[in-house]
């Protein structure tokens, strides 16, 4: 189980606010603790000027790092720069499964002026719940509504819930999530 769950905001440009992040999070791990910690920027290394976007997997090692000297014991960084792995366009986020640390992008996940806010409220919670799990450990769902199911595109994101289905959650009965 978590016993320190930092937040943090990757690079400046927030679609989203880490503070209300935190809330819902917190509704949803009860008795962990939840830090923000300052926002973090040097990700430069990270960033691959052909396609113009970070490499996840880069960023989850710089993480590592920062989680490592703030002491905490898990790390969900939040941006909105654009993320890809090799072999994909984009991803919305990852996570080291089980590990420390995961991050996730709102870039994909249309934080237009047009966008409602609850709606990418919801998109943001659910992507962040995922990678939260792969961090406890949980592979990909078969079940299209449990949060652990793959999102490839935003449809596949708005079809599930932001919760895990009873399979999921019964692996994770050890750790209190509610
Ligand atoms: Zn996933
Ligand atoms: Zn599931």
Same mark, same amino acid.
């Given at each position: 189980?978590?016993? $320190?769950?930092?937040l $943090?905001?990757?690079g400046? /440009?927030a679609?989203?606010?880490?503070?209300?992040l935190?809330?819902?999070?917190?509704? *949803?791990?009860?008795?962990?603790?939840?830090m923000?910690?300052?926002p973090? /920027?040097?990700?430069?290394? !990270?960033y691959?000027p052909t396609r113009?976007q970070?490499?996840? $997997? *880069?960023?989850?090692?710089l993480?590592?790092?920062? !989680?490592?000297? !703030?002491n905490?014991?898990n790390?969900l960084?939040?941006?909105s720069?654009?993320?890809?792995?090799p072999?994909? /366009?984009?991803?919305?986020g990852?996570?080291? +499964?089980?590990?420390r640390v995961?991050?996730?992008?709102? +870039?994909?996940? /249309?934080?237009?002026?047009? $966008?409602?806010?609850?709606?990418?409220?919801? *998109?943001?919670?659910?992507e962040?719940?995922?990678?939260?799990?792969?961090?406890?450990?949980?592979?990909? +769902?078969?079940?299209?509504?449990?949060?652990?199911h793959?999102?490839?595109?935003?449809?596949?994101t708005?079809?599930?819930h932001d919760?895990? +289905?009873?399979?999921?959650?019964?692996?994770?009965?050890?750790?209190?999530?509610e």
């Amino acid at each position: 189980m978590f016993e $320190t769950f930092g937040l $943090t905001q990757i690079g400046s /440009n927030a679609d989203y606010s880490i503070d209300d992040l935190k809330k819902q999070l917190s509704g *949803r791990l009860q008795g962990v603790q939840m830090m923000e910690l300052p926002p973090f /920027n040097q990700v430069a290394e !990270a960033y691959d000027p052909t396609r113009d976007q970070y490499h996840s $997997t *880069r960023l989850l090692v710089l993480l590592e790092e920062l !989680a490592q000297s !703030a002491n905490v014991t898990n790390l969900l960084g939040v941006t909105s720069l654009d993320l890809y792995v090799p072999g994909m /366009n984009y991803v919305f986020g990852e996570a080291r +499964c089980p590990g420390r640390v995961a991050v996730i992008s709102t +870039c994909r996940l /249309n934080p237009t002026p047009q $966008t409602q806010h609850a709606l990418l409220e919801e *998109r943001i919670v659910k992507e962040a719940v995922h990678e939260t799990g792969h961090m406890l450990g949980l592979r990909h +769902c078969s079940d299209e509504a449990c949060v652990m199911h793959f999102s490839e595109h935003l449809a596949d994101t708005d079809k599930k819930h932001d919760d895990f +289905c009873s399979e999921c959650r019964s692996s994770l009965r050890w750790l209190e999530v509610e």
